[in-house]
């Protein structure tokens, strides 16, 4: 394991092995912990989104995505789903599949109810396990009544088509929910260009989301709209693995999000090697999902060296810990300082013990 330690971490290992104190007296670690702004205090967050289910979907971009453990957010037409069966198994491995109407109209004159409301209970009864939380504009096209049908009836956010500029790479707490922007994969972006919307996002800490619509092979054909070869694609998914983001269903990175911005942390009790912490959001989330804390080493206040020493559990229930860690030059280094953890807001107490032995 490739740790990377301080010049002053290393002059003091000495001194800390015969004191063997974790932590010194009368020191609240709640200045130690943090909520990191995306998962696993991963530098940017990234979506891959696939719009209209088209042949490429089931038969090339699912199992591509299972081979790199990725899973990303299939919008669907439900009128044009044939078999429901390949879309269950997507999210079976933990894929979205999210709300795109019924029959893909544009949005003037139409009634929701039919084309909305329809398209999300026919995924819900389709796919029993999944909860349908985002919407995707068919043709990115938003009207304030259509934006204020979802906020309405409780969708999280809704993607629209607009291509992100440069601020929209840097992490924001105003995210416009209701018309996410996107960056679409056409036939002609090279892999620089996909390439350079990574680095963008990984420097300016935001989130990125990725629109792609049909991908084809030799044997697979999918040419209804911005067609990408699935030679390409695979270069695609390799050069995001090498990047520190966080990639994750639309629906996942949008509800971390949200509640990332309603999220505190507040000590309950403290006492000397053990501390009692409450995770809340200042709204209650329907369903709220895991969010990583995370505990910074300080040689002068509490002090671990190993996750080991970090005992943490959340209602009795062990939650483990591990170190951070960064891809360098297609090297995996962990840091030597910080450690984390994942746990549910608003789900009862969480325990931070320090043990001695490693
Ligand atoms: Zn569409």
Redesign the pocket.
């Known amino acids: 394991m490739n740790i990377r330690k301080s010049a002053l971490e290393i002059a003091t290992t000495i001194s800390l092995a015969i004191s063997m104190l974790a932590c010194n007296s009368n020191n609240s670690i709640e200045q130690q912990l943090s909520i990191p702004q995306w998962k696993d205090a991963q530098k940017g967050a990234v979506a891959l989104t696939f719009?209209?289910w088209t042949p490429g979907h089931p038969s090339i971009v699912v199992p591509e995505l299972q081979n790199r453990k990725m899973v990303a957010t299939f919008?669907v037409?439900t009128g044009n789903v044939g078999d429901w069966e390949p879309l269950r198994q997507a999210a079976a491995l933990g894929h979205e599949v999210a709300n795109?109407s019924v029959t893909?109209p544009h949005p003037y004159g139409i009634s929701f109810n039919d084309e909305i409301e329809a398209a999300k209970r026919k995924i819900e009864a389709e796919i029993p396990q999944q909860k349908v939380f985002t919407y995707?504009y068919?043709?990115g096209e938003v009207t304030d009544s259509l934006r204020r049908y979802l906020v309405e009836n409780g969708y999280c956010a809704a993607r629209g088509v607009k291509t992100p500029e440069t601020d929209d790479f840097v992490y924001s707490d105003s995210i416009d929910y209701f018309d996410t922007k996107a960056y679409s994969v056409m036939t002609e972006t090279t892999l620089n260009d996909f390439a350079a919307q990574l680095t963008k996002v990984e420097q300016g800490g935001g989130m990125l989301t990725y629109l792609y619509?049909s991908v084809y092979s030799d044997s697979v054909k999918d040419f209804s709209y911005a067609w990408v070869k699935d030679t390409m694609f695979r270069q695609q998914l390799d050069t995001l693995m090498h990047y520190n983001l966080w990639v994750d269903t639309y629906a996942n990175i949008i509800r971390y999000h949200r509640q990332h911005k309603a999220a505190k942390l507040e000590t309950v009790k403290s006492t000397s090697n053990t501390d009692v912490f409450r995770l809340t959001t200042d709204q209650p989330f329907e369903n709220p999902i895991p969010m990583t804390i995370m505990f910074t080493s300080d040689l002068n206040k509490c002090h671990i060296e190993h996750e080991s020493q970090l005992k943490v559990t959340q209602n009795e229930k062990r939650l483990p810990v591990k170190r951070v860690s960064i891809k360098e030059n297609g090297e995996q280094i962990f840091l030597y300082d910080q450690f984390i953890f994942d746990a549910i807001p608003n789900a009862g107490d969480i325990v931070v013990e320090f043990v001695n032995s490693k």
Do not use: R
């Open positions: 719009d209209d919008n037409i795109h893909h995707a068919p043709y619509h």
